[in-house]
């Protein structure tokens, strides 16, 4: 199976600030990356898919950038309903495989 | 509107067999794969399988296979995972989740509890 890293497990950060996740495959998995969000409770939602594509209704200060095996979540400006787990799937080769999560938390 | 609706939460002895459901709506249910997934609690997300309801073409994550079954039937738009025998290791919440490549709708979870 392909192996997905994230880092950091957790980031802790205030409202406002820049934030950068990253998640690293094992082998190249070309553009087929997504990245959810998932609150407590509830169920992940989308918010980026082939690695840089906004799914529809997402705000723009989310972007995602990379190729290969190396790829970037990242939130411009902080809002406070961003605080969340943030997971990336691989959905180049089945199994797909989540990184392990990125927990935003208040600084 | 896209829409999956899970069954409501479940809570089972070791040994009982169970069976959860995901009722889509809102696009055709023969043209989209449809998969299950696992998170234990306080964890990350696993992927346990997939169908496509057009030719029943199954996929099971190889962790998964022989533990699970995965169906759907057409007729009433549902997906469905099922144990035989549960394990206190089964304890988790189910997502079911439509393919479009990545996931694009996701059911709201079901809440599986395993407890002698």
């Known amino acids: 199976d392909i192996q997905m890293t994230q880092s950091p497990s957790t980031l802790s950060a205030s409202v406002g600030d820049r934030v950068t996740i990253t998640c690293r495959a094992s082998q190249s998995i070309s553009s087929w990356l997504a990245w959810y969000q998932q609150k407590p409770g509830k169920a992940p939602k989308v918010v980026i898919y082939?690695?840089?594509t906004l799914e529809t209704g997402v705000p723009s200060r989310f972007s995602g950038s990379g190729s290969g095996t190396e790829f970037t979540l990242t939130i411009s400006s902080l809002q406070p309903e961003d605080f969340a787990t943030y997971y990336c799937?691989?959905?180049?080769?089945?199994?797909?495989?989540f990184g392990q999560g990125t927990k935003v938390d208040v600084k | 509107e896209v829409q999956l609706v899970q069954s409501g939460a479940q809570v089972k002895k070791p040994g009982e067999s169970l069976k959860i459901s995901c009722k889509a709506s809102?696009?055709?249910?023969?043209?989209?794969?449809i998969g299950w997934l696992r998170q234990l609690p306080g964890e990350g997300l696993e992927w346990m399988g997939i169908?496509?309801?057009?030719?029943?073409?199954?996929r099971y994550n190889p962790s998964f296979e022989g533990q699970v079954t995965i169906s759907a039937d057409k007729s009433l738009t549902t997906a469905y995972l099922q144990w035989t025998r549960l394990k206190a290791s089964d304890t988790a919440i189910y997502y079911c989740?439509?393919?479009?490549?990545?996931?694009?709708?996701w059911g709201q979870g079901t809440l599986v509890t395993v407890s002698s």
């Open positions: 082939k690695a840089s």
């Open positions: 989740a439509r393919l479009n490549g990545y996931n694009d709708y």
């Open positions: 169908i496509y309801p057009g030719d029943f073409d199954i």
């Open positions: 809102g696009y055709t249910f023969t043209r989209s794969w």
């Open positions: 799937q691989q959905y180049d080769t089945y199994p797909w495989v």
